[in-house]
């Protein structure tokens, strides 16, 4: 009896493991279930998100591609717009440092450059001068530019040439330009786009580096010469 005791206690002790066995391996299972799920639903993501991407990308080369058709066609406006700019200019002259009057009217802008055309032996007519007006210099108003419109290319050259060919004997200078007591330097040169002023200075700071004996501007253009 004592011997059937031990084996039925023993047996219901086995069973109670197996069951809790049973158990675990239920739960282990359904955890098992429970995890494929979750990788097929993070497979899924996986390729939502990878097709998202790839949408992302093609539009992203979509945008790349036309901000690159953008610039080009900025860079054409701009260089449309630096022929205009060239094409306006190309008639004018500048001339620098020149002092204003306390009664400075346009009347006064005239008689300038009719006092500067005698000085430089220029026949200028009346309607060769088309318009004189002064850019202000808030920074340094003794650096104040006075512009001169003229109406063909030749007397703008005519100006720059004669004032060449007087520098070379005399100074210009303010008194060329009618105003009394005062000598101080007078520049003049032809009107630049703000693109070609600063080629300008870039050219004459290489030209200045590698010994290069001119730089000068002629009808907006630039050049350097050994």
């Given amino acids: 009896m004592e011997m059937r005791s031990l084996f039925e206690s023993f047996q219901e002790t086995q069973n109670k493991k197996i069951d809790i066995m049973c158990k675990n391996i239920e739960k282990v299972m359904a955890q098992t279930s429970t995890i494929k799920n979750t990788n ?12 998202e991407l ?9 945008l790349e591609g036309q901000r690159k058709e ?8 701009e260089e449309k717009c630096e022929l205009l700019e060239k094409s306006l200019k190309k008639t004018c002259i500048e001339i620098k440092f020149v002092p204003r009057a306390e ?3 346009k009347e006064t802008l005239f008689n300038y450059i009719q006092h500067l055309a005698q000085n430089l032996e220029i026949t200028l007519h009346p309607s060769e001068l088309r318009d004189v007006y002064r850019i202000p210099n808030r920074k340094d108003p003794s650096k104040s530019v006075i512009v001169v419109e003229l109406a063909n290319t030749l007397t703008k050259h005519k100006f720059l040439s004669s004032s060449r060919k ?8 303010v008194s060329h330009l009618g105003i009394k007591s005062n000598t101080s330097p ?4 032809e009107v630049l786009t703000a693109n ?18 001119f730089c000068w501007t002629s009808n907006g253009n630039i050049y350097l010469f050994l």
């Fill in 40 to 51: 097929q639903d993070i497979e899924k993501s996986l390729d939502f998100m990878t097709n």
């Fill in 54 to 62: 790839k949408n992302l990308q093609t539009k992203i080369e979509g």
């Fill in 70 to 77: 953008v610039v080009s066609q900025i860079t054409k406006v």
């Fill in 103 to 105: 009664s400075e009217n």
């Fill in 166 to 173: 007087f520098n070379k004997t005399r100074k210009l200078n």
């Fill in 186 to 189: 007078l520049f003049l040169s």
């Fill in 196 to 213: 070609s002023r600063r080629l300008h200075f870039l050219a004459r700071e290489f030209a200045r580096q590698e010994k290069y004996q």
